[in-house]
């Protein structure tokens, strides 16, 4: 079984600074990650997803993850954000060997990006 | 770029009442999945449908949800009578292989019961 934990549940950030979102997983078995964005009355929308080789990942509209096997870690990060970027963001694994995709997902942190 | 669509957007139902939640797929993908999102929970795994079965199901998904794809575009989850706690907003999704092809989710239907 897997668990998802983001530690953080609301990051209000001010336009064009930085932003982190950390995404802490357990699992028994080797695991793929997404992370997902889900916009006001919209559906989740895959950002950017780890399956293998680099552990810097990049996605749409900027944003980047690294994944940290020793630290069972995926945080999201992005070096500017923009009004648009205020939404939900969803860290998810998934069971390497799961013959269907079956995510569990972690509980989201709402970003508010300030003027 | 293709979508997954959902119909609904919204449903009001009263307890003990049948409900049939509507989803059409990718046209091309192979897998689909029920996930669900309680007001203030986390995104929860109901059931993933492939080659015209169930592959997999939670402990949430018991003997009154049901999943059919009566034709070859529609996916539909019934819930044969509903309870207050069923009350979540319900995601169709899809993906076009197993493990490592993301999903693409529909805009979800919230359910209502009252």
């Known amino acids: 079984a897997q668990s998802v934990t983001q530690l953080d549940s609301q990051v209000p950030v001010f336009e064009e600074a930085p932003v982190e979102l950390r995404c802490n997983y357990s699992s028994s078995v080797s695991v793929y990650l997404f992370w997902y964005v889900q916009y006001p009355n919209q559906g989740l929308q895959l950002l950017l997803k780890y399956l293998s080789g680099s552990t810097l990942v990049k996605g749409i509209n900027g944003f980047e993850a690294e994944f940290n096997k020793s630290q069972t870690s995926f945080h999201l990060r992005k070096p500017s954000v923009h009004i648009s970027d205020t939404a939900e963001y969803f860290c998810a694994v998934s069971d390497l060997k799961a013959a269907g995709n079956k995510l569990t997902f972690g509980g989201g942190t709402r970003v508010l990006v300030k003027p | 770029e293709p979508e997954v669509t959902q119909t609904p957007s919204h449903q009001v139902t009263q307890m003990g009442q049948e409900v049939i939640l509507r989803c059409v797929p990718i046209?091309?993908?192979?897998?689909f999945y029920w996930y669900r999102q309680i007001l203030g929970q986390k995104v929860e795994f109901l059931v993933s449908f492939y080659n015209n079965e169930i592959s997999e199901k939670s402990e949430i998904f018991d003997d009154q949800f049901s999943v059919e794809r009566p034709d070859g575009s529609n996916f539909t989850l019934k819930i044969r009578s509903t309870k207050l706690e069923d009350s979540a907003m319900y995601f169709c999704?899809?993906?076009?292989?197993?493990?490592?092809?993301?999903?693409?989710f529909g805009n979800g239907t919230r359910l209502t019961v009252t």
């Open positions: 999704a899809s993906s076009a292989q197993g493990a490592n092809s993301p999903l693409h």
């Open positions: 046209s091309n993908h192979l897998y």
